[in-house]
């Protein structure tokens, strides 16, 4: 691959205030680009200043959603230093969701190495308040003017940056969850491993209903018999149920393959608590909430971090989680997974990579 080229912006753009961060709120002054062109591959790949780009209106995904993306944190350590959280995990996951819909492979290595460039110029940018980063969003967009249904022959790889703080405005306290019973999210053998678009469109509704009842998120049921939990909006579950921690089980292709789902399993399993990934019936909660023995649930995602859920309503049913505190396995994970990316504590599984 070619080298990459860099033209710095001459008007830098204000930064925002580190208390009042959100999410995807701001972006930093520079992002990343490289074409795609059918029988040339990927070329030209160049960090410019962050802008609007321009586009044909009959650019096919406009019309037919052919976009993948992913996100991924940076992070400034009190030494200085500043680091990615896993950046092959996702772009190695950026390619499983390139190929399901059509889309052409990346050079993982060559992408993680843009990632580095981009973070690296835009250091200034990295918020180092407690329990901020900066957000990174690698995405690919199919860009050939033509309304035909097939793949599109050209495509954009775009990273763009945006300092953030907590995805959900109650922080690490725990969130009150919906679980949807009307609209699903996808179905086995549809795109819902990938992190597609179109994903995303098709939870607004259910997210909007959600959130004017007050919620915060929906929990997603299986597509078919509607019995069986599968994830929350953002994020991936867990459990602890009678000391047993539970999560429900990738086979069926319809969950997202978190990484930080994936953190969470290996750091359970090294302090001696393996997690069973599994079939859960949304029954199964209520009866081990009957019984008692529901002690925990929490959410994982590279936005929402840990997020304990203290609220879970199915119908008419409504059950209260660990008091809606945060509980004890919840903070040891947010603790240890914030702790290994900001560079407090050390990292024993080589999850983090240095760019500085
Ligand atoms: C993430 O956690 O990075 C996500 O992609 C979730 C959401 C912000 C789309």
Redesign the pocket.
Known sequence: MEQITIQKTETAREKPDQANLA??KHFTDHMFIMDYTEGRGWHDPRIIPYGPLSFDPSTAVLHYGQAT????KAYKTREGNIQLFRPYANMHRMNISNDRICIPQIDEEFCVNALKELVLIDQDWIPEAEGTSL?L?PFVIATEAQLGVHPSRTYKFIIIMSPVGA?YPQGINPVSIYVEQNYVRTVKGGTGFA?TAGN?ASSLKSQEEAEKKGFTQVLWLDGVEKKYIEEV???NVFFKIKGEIVTPALDGGSILA?I?RDSTIQLLKHWGMPVNERKITIEELFTAEARGEMEEAFGT????VISPIGELVYGGRKMIINDNKIGAVAQRLYDAITGIQNGSIADPFDWITRVK
Not at 69 to 72: M, N, R, T
Not at 301 to 304: E, R
């Open positions: 999410f995807g993306f992913e996100g991924l957000y969003r995805y992190k995303y909006g953002t994020m978190g930080t995602g590279t936005a929402a």
